[in-house]
């Protein structure tokens, strides 16, 4: 029976994983849990709850700033950002329904460990480029910091890039802080009907390397596409490419216009204003077309591929001429979501042969714990790779107490 572990404080925190490191007890880090089914299954016998280190700690909407603690909510706040208009650039998605575990229980410290990033990541960066500090316990029991609260921040080395996308392995966050954006003041989504997968990957490219200034860029297949929680979409009856456009009002009107220009020959053109929008971005930024449908989408396995855009087309057709499933296209193709049924290998031979060919690498999402323990759930490293993984590992975490595991084997 797995022992949970609350500490109120992160002096606590800290007691905490000096006593596992003494101990030699593995723990498994969360906060609201809500991906704890991301990444291989834990095998610690002691989970180490951080709720309690919930709080906006500080704001300040003009210097574009806020800190919080490591379990602090998402809708918390983005709740306070939206009363001064603003938004966290980095568009962190709520995978807890794609995962089985609610909408809305994301936190803070989960979306910076995960490096979670949403569409806007093309233009804006991933979670990782809106750091600005972090205050943690590594794995020896030793507390750090990096950064701090100021835009221009130089001091010492840039460990909030190394935390990010380690997913609890090497230290345990006690609190960050986060630049922010203004919210555009109007967005809307120019859409090109009907075209297929590598045409769409090319109007995408068109879009983004245009004047235009477009903020993402996805491609729905049509069986993806009738998916959608904006009706107009649904209702198209046919493949759906769009590209988002976003600032002041009289700038997006004429660069949405501008884009129906550019991508005549691709399709025809309508449009998204603002609300619609939203919606839209917002199931793309969640994953929300793989969640659950009628024929049994909860249960489809979920992969994460990442590579050249001008080979995204490719690799999906290779992938599902072997496997049943769908799939669809963000940043302008360089990330591909597919949904594939469920097989006892995840089909990770497949995935990984079609997308390491093109030069990327590929997660295993969403599949049962017993897959998930059997193949590699993150993409499988070079050897080289490896060595300094395990070297990073054993400088942070040497007693292997954190999160035991998650990623790889030993890490």
């Known amino acids: 029976m797995t022992e949970t572990l609350t500490p109120a404080t992160a002096e606590q925190v800290l007691e905490t994983v000096q006593w596992a490191a003494a101990e030699e007890t593995p723990l498994e880090v969360i906060g609201a849990g809500s991906k704890r089914a991301y990444g291989r299954p834990s095998r610690a016998a002691h989970r180490l ?3 309690a280190l919930s709080g906006i700690e500080l704001y300040e909407p003009m210097e574009l700033v806020m800190s919080a603690r490591a379990a602090t909510p998402l809708a918390d706040i983005d709740a306070a950002l939206a009363e001064n208009r603003q938004r966290l650039g980095f568009e962190p998605a709520d995978l807890g329904p794609l995962l089985g575990t609610g909408a ?3 936190t803070i410290g989960g979306a910076v460990i995960c490096n979670l990033s949403g569409p806007g990541r093309i ?7 809106h750091i600005l500090g972090f205050h943690a316990v590594s794995g020896r029991g030793g507390e750090f910091k990096s950064g701090g609260r100021v835009v221009k921040n130089v001091t010492g080395f840039d460990l909030s890039k190394l935390m990010a996308g380690s997913f609890g392995t090497l230290a345990v966050l006690t609190d960050v802080t986060v630049k922010v954006m203004p919210e555009p003041e109007e967005t809307r989504t120019v ?4 075209a297929g997968d590598a045409q769409a990957v090319k109007a995408m490219s068109e879009a983004l390397n245009s004047a235009f200034e477009v903020s993402a860029a996805a491609h729905l297949p049509a069986a993806v596409a009738a998916g959608t929680a904006v009706a107009s979409v649904a209702a198209a009856g046919a493949a759906v490419t769009a590209l988002r ?4 009002e009289p700038s997006v009107v004429y660069r949405a216009e501008a884009l129906k220009t550019l991508l005549a ?3 025809s053109r309508e449009e998204l204003d603002t609300a619609e929008s939203l919606a839209f971005w917002r199931q793309v930024r969640d994953v929300g077309f793989f969640v659950a449908d009628g024929a049994g989408e909860a249960q489809a396995q979920v992969w994460r591929l990442s590579g050249p855009p001008a080979e995204g087309a490719g690799v999906a057709a290779r992938i599902l001429d072997a496997a049943d499933g769908r799939v669809f296209y963000d940043w302008g ?10 097989r006892p290998d995840g089909g990770h031979e497949a995935v990984r042969g079609a997308i390491g060919d093109a030069g990327g690498h590929a997660t295993l999402v969403r599949a049962d714990a017993d897959v998930r323990a059997a193949v590699p759930v993150f993409q499988p490293q070079p050897g080289p790779l490896s060595r300094l993984t395990a070297r990073v590992k054993e400088a942070f975490d040497p007693k292997g107490v954190l999160n035991p595991g998650r990623m790889y084997e030993g890490v």
């Open 123 to 129: 233009k804006a960066g991933a979670a990782r480029d």
């Open 104 to 106: 809305g229980a994301g």
């Open 333 to 342: 193709g360089g990330l591909l979501w597919l949904a594939l049924a469920p």
């Open 265 to 267: 020959a691709y399709g």
């Open 245 to 248: 456009v976003e600032g002041p």
């Open 191 to 194: 859409l090109v009907l009907g």
């Open 49 to 51: 709850d951080l709720k």
